[in-house]
C-alpha cells in the first residue's frame, strides 16, 4: 500500500462519522416522494458503463419491476479510465462488465454509440446514432445525465440528447440523474424510493472491477439523500430533476452558452473520505449555475 492509500485508508474512521452528520443536516428536507410513474418504455442514456447503475441502478430495477421495458445505450466505448489495461482491453472488459450487472438489473437491451471515451461530443454523427435509438424504442421516459458534472463525457452526452430532442420530440418527459457532481438539494423536484432496491444496486456495482476507483461515496449518497423525505421509513433514494422535453433543451442551451469548465470548477464525488471536499468544492458557484439555468435573460 503506498503512503497516500495508507494516509486515505487511515483517515476513514475520523472523516467518516464527521461526513454523515454534516450531509445528513444538507439533505435534510419535508419532500413526498415521487412515484415512479405508470412508463411503459424508459431509456437511460449513460455515457460510460457503470454510470447507469452509479446513477439510477436501484431505480432502474424498480421500473423492471413494474414491468416497464427498460433500454440503455452508453455513449463512449469505455476505453478511457483509471486503469493500467490497454484502451482496447478496458473497453471490451467494460461491456462484459455491464452485461453481468445486467443479471442482476434486468435490462431488456444495452446500446453502443461507440464514441472515444474522453472526447464526446454533440456531432451530427453522435446524433444520428441516438435518434435511431429514440426512433427505434421510442421511450415515453428518459433518464439523462444533468446539467451541470465534473466529467466533460457527462455533459457531452446530455448535449448530445439535447440537440436531438430539438430535431425529434415525441413527449417524452426527462429525468435527469447525478453521477459524480451531486445536485444542490434545492434543485431536486424528484425523488425514488430505492429501500427495496439498494441491495441489488450495491451488489451490481461490486461487478465493476476494471478500474482503479472508488465506489463506496456513491452509495452512502444514496443512504444519506433518504432524509430529503418526510417518511422515514425510507432508508434510500435516488434523486432527478425531472423537466419536459422542452424545458430540458431550453434550460441546458441556456448553460451550455456560458460554457463553464465544470471539470476544473467541481471534484468528482466518488469516495467517502473525500466527499465532503467533492460536495462543496465552489459550491455556491454551483448553485449559481444551477439557477441561471432558470433565468428569463
Known sequence: MNLKRF?????????????????????????????????KKVLIVAPHMDDETIGLGGTIKRHIQEGAEVH???????????????????SRIRKDEIEKVNELLGMDSI????????NVQSTSEA????????????PDLIYCTPFVDAHPDHT??????????KLRRNGEKIRLYEINC??????INCVIDITSTYPTKKDAIKLFTSQAIAFDGFLLLNKLKSHMVKDRSVSAAEVFIEVDADQFTKQFDKLREKNYPYH?????????????WAMFKNYPQK????QERLSKN
Open 7 to 39: 494516509l486515505i485508508e487511515g483517515s476513514k474512521p475520523v472523516i467518516t462519522p464527521i461526513t454523515k452528520v454534516i450531509l445528513k443536516k444538507h439533505y435534510t428536507s419535508n419532500l413526498s416522494i415521487t412515484p415512479l410513474g405508470n412508463y
Open 72 to 90: 440503455c445505450v452508453f455513449s463512449t466505448d469505455g476505453s478511457n479510465s483509471e486503469s493500467e489495461l490497454s484502451r482496447e482491453e478496458l
Open 111 to 118: 446500446h453502443y454509440m461507440d464514441l472515444p471515451d474522453g
Open 127 to 138: 446524433q444520428n446514432k441516438l435518434i435511431s435509438l429514440l426512433e427505434q424504442i421510442e
Open 156 to 165: 457531452g452526452t446530455t448535449a448530445i440528447l439535447s440537440d436531438c430532442l
Open 182 to 187: 451531486p445536485i444542490p438539494p434545492r434543485e
Open 264 to 276: 476544473k470548477m467541481f471534484k468528482q464525488a466518488n469516495r467517502v473520505v473525500t466527499l465532503l
Open 287 to 290: 448553485k449559481r449555475i444551477y
